[in-house]
């Protein structure tokens, strides 16, 4: 009879001859890609407490403050609504010509993106820019 063993890293179906060996992860690929996922967050989050007197500085609610809300709600979904709709074709460009190129376009269109969003005059032209 096989004696009972309660340990979680013991396999269950070990065999005598087989060599236990852990599989090499590419940390330094890992880190890469780590730093540059955290940049498109942190690049759109940098600029969020600014926002709302950007949308009064613009001129859009015309003096009402109640409005700033609204459009700084607009402004904000339009980033995400932009993200939804994109996924699937930056997936299916990133399946057809690599993860690499898709990944060094996408921080190309970002810095272009943020760019032009601080350079951008109207909130049409804000919206536009934080949807890209």
Known sequence: MIA????EETPLLHRPGQ???KTPLPWNQFWIILFLQVSEP???QTIAPFIPQ???DIGVTHGDESQVGHYVGILE?????AHVLTIFHWSQLSDHIGRKPVILIALLA?????LSFGL???F???VVRSAC
């Open 110 to 114: 970002m810095s272009v993106s943020m």
């Open 120 to 122: 951008s005059k109207t």
């Open 124 to 126: 049409i032209g804000l």
């Open 54 to 56: 950007l949308v009064r």
């Open 19 to 21: 060599p236990t060996t």
């Open 42 to 44: 942190l690049s759109f």
């Open 77 to 81: 979904s339009s980033y995400n609504a």
């Open 4 to 7: 009972r063993q309660d340990d």
